[in-house]
Structure formats: structure tokens, C-alpha cells
């Protein structure tokens, strides 16, 4: 990658203790296996949002992946669908997305694909891009609502960031770029009135109303916003942290994760991602109440590397590494791991 790409893809907000602390915290999660339990006929499928998975690792959404390979995210949605993954697309995707739904698709194996969703003030442009969704093929929508402004990334500042002259956000080219609800922002306004045209759990509202796919809502770290999306009625929820891109200093997904599982008591399927690297934080991630994991800057890295074929080794190589950690916990099936297979490094058990 040249500078501008990797500050982009590999930095994070401010001193980038959270991008640091996301990966360190899974670590701190150690595995309590079990032996000799009987393991024939294990597998690692799932059902989520009704349909049956062959394995939990999804691709997250990532934007302007045209700068990390000319084939951008269409290499990825063939790599997704070779290795069973599902993908969730950028809203801000450098390649179109009636090309990246043509790419999963026409494959047998692939896994769901999802729409990502920031709000915006139009609307009828909302609307819209939701109506394309649905007639392309998209499975659900993904509302991201924890990066209202961007975080301070001082590592794209230092290097003076910008995009390439042939990427954009090809999907986004009719968005009107009008004042947010027709106000003016108050003198001293935050963020210089940005805040005014911010989301409010209203336009989650909104939006539910807008659409028969399910919604989930991806940016959630504290439990009793988990439980406000839960009582909304949206299908899902993403405990997340914009990979440490937004709030420095908040809390680590995993962190965050057993306590989101046990405000929601099973009412809704729990994803997560941010810091996960190896099949055994799929594993301890599962054990602390997740259905599913979503992985980010790795699929960047092979992507880099080698288009497509980087994207499936790396998922490949994620899905053999769970399947040799649930055989060394003594785990057949993904619904044995629970809180008994985890402790802390101090010692402490999973609540």
C-alpha cells in the first residue's frame, strides 16, 4: 500500500489505544479446554437471520477497498463466495453494487450479503438506495450509527490524505449535498452544527419503516442501547467500535461483548468484530455470546497481497484455525462454547 492507503486502512483515532487494545483484549480471554469429549459428526455451521451459515466469519464493510487492489471489493465478494463467507458492502463501496451482488450471487457457497447504512439527511435519496438494495438482492441492512463525525485520525493528517483520482463512492452519486433538516445550526453549534444533522433513534424508526429486509445496527458497545435497538425492533445487533477509527480510548469489543449478551438474554442475534486475528477469537467470541464474527483490516492485508485469492486465503485460513480450536476444546459444535470454556487472565470467570 502507498501512505495514503495504509493511513487509511491501517490507522486509527488519535493515539490509537483502542485499535490496539481491540486485539490485546481478546488475549486476555483465555481457553479452558476439555478433553476427550466426543467430536464425531462436529461442524461449524450456524443459522443466522434464518439461514444456515457454513462458518461465522463475514466480511465487514470496508470503504474504497479500489485502493488496496484495482478489483476492490468485487475480489473480495469472489473470495467471500469460494470460502462461504458473508459479506456486508460498504455504503461508500468503490465498485458497484449490482456487480458485487452478480459476484455472490452466481455461487452455490457463497454466504448472506448485506448492505451497510450510514443515515443520511435526503431522505428520498435513503429511500431510494434502499429500494436498490432490495431489487439487487441484498439480504439485510447493516445502519452503522457510531460515527456521527469522522475520529481524529491524525495519521491520515500527517500524510495529508486523499483519494486516488479513479476511486470514489461510486454508489453515492446521486446524493444531494442540501442542509440536514432544513435548519441552520446555532451559533457554537458542536462540531460546527454537524451534530444538527446527526441520527437519532427516530430515524432508526424511520428507516424500519422503509423496508421489508431486517435491519441490524452495527456501532453498539454499551448494553442499554442494545436493549433500545432490541425494543425498536431491529434483527440484530453488531457490538463494535469502528475498529478504533472513531472514539479513541472506548471500550474493546470484546470487552463489551459478554455484557451487550447478557442485557439482550438471547433475544437477538450478536455479532462483533475489531481486533480479531486468529480462529480462537472466533472461538472465545462465540463463547462470549456471539453468533457470528466480521473481520476488517485482514481482509485489507490479503486483498493487497493477491486480489481474490489473498481475500480466500486469509478466510481460509481463519476458518481452519477455529475448526482446530473448537477440536482442542473439545467443542463438536459452535453452541458448546459458552462462558465454562473462558476465563480472564486474572482468573475471572465469564459472567
Not at 452478480?102 to 448485506?114: D, F, K, R
Not at 427516530?202 to 435497538?229: C, E, F, M, N, Y
Amino acid at each position: 500500500m502507498d501512505a495514503h492507503a495504509q493511513a487509511y486502512f491501517d490507522g486509527a483515532a488519535a493515539d490509537q489505544i483502542t485499535l490496539g487494545a481491540n486485539a490485546t483484549a481478546w488475549q486476555d480471554w483465555q481457553l479452558v479446554p476439555r478433553v476427550l469429549r466426543d467430536l464425531r459428526a462436529g461442524h461449524t455451521r450456524l443459522t443466522l437471520l434464518g439461514r444456515t451459515l457454513q462458518h461465522p466469519i463475514l466480511l465487514a464493510p470496508v470503504a474504497y477497498q479500489r485502493m488496496a487492489h484495482t478489483d476492490g471489493e468485487l475480489a473480495a465478494a469472489h473470495a467471500a463466495a469460494a470460502q462461504g463467507a458473508g459479506m456486508v458492502l460498504s455504503m461508500q463501496a468503490s465498485m458497484p453494487m449490482e456487480a458485487v451482488a452478480h459476484a455472490m450471487g452466481e455461487s452455490a457457497t457463497a454466504g448472506p450479503l448485506w448492505f451497510q447504512l450510514y443515515l443520511q439527511h435526503d431522505r428520498g435519496f435513503v429511500r431510494a438506495l434502499v429500494q436498490q438494495a432490495e431489487d439487487i438482492g441484498f439480504q439485510a441492512l447493516v445502519l452503522t450509527v457510531d460515527a456521527p463525525v469522522h475520529g481524529a485520525r491524525d495519521q491520515e493528517r500527517r500524510v495529508g490524505f486523499h483519494l486516488p483520482e479513479d476511486v470514489s463512492a461510486v454508489n453515492l452519486t446521486r446524493l444531494r449535498r442540501s442542509a440536514a433538516r432544513g435548519q441552520e445550526a446555532p451559533p457554537g453549534a458542536l462540531c460546527a452544527g454537524l451534530m444538527e444533522q446527526a441520527p437519532r433513534w427516530d430515524d432508526v424508526a424511520w428507516l424500519l419503516q422503509q423496508t421489508r429486509l431486517p435491519v441490524l445496527i452495527k456501532g453498539i458497545l454499551h448494553p442499554d442501547d442494545a436493549v433500545l435497538a432490541r425494543d425498536m425492533g431491529v434483527a440484530g445487533i453488531i457490538v463494535s467500535n469502528h475498529g478504533g477509527r472513531t472514539l479513541d480510548t472506548a471500550w474493546p469489543s470484546a470487552c463489551a461483548l459478554p455484557a451487550v449478551a447478557q442485557a439482550l438474554d438471547g433475544a437477538l442475534p450478536i455479532l462483533v468484530d475489531g481486533g480479531i486475528r486468529r480462529g480462537t477469537d472466533v472461538l472465545k467470541a462465540i463463547a462470549l455470546g456471539a453468533s457470528a464474527v466480521l473481520i476488517g483490516r485482514p481482509v485489507i492485508h490479503g486483498l493487497v497481497n493477491a486480489g481474490a485469492v489473498g481475500v480466500a486465503h486469509v478466510l481460509k485460513l481463519l476458518r481452519d484455525e477455529l475448526e482446530i480450536a473448537m477440536a482442542l476444546s473439545g467443542c463438536a459444535h459452535l453452541s458448546d462454547a459458552g462462558p465454562a470454556l473462558l476465563r480472564r487472565r486474572n482468573g475471572q470467570h465469564v459472567r
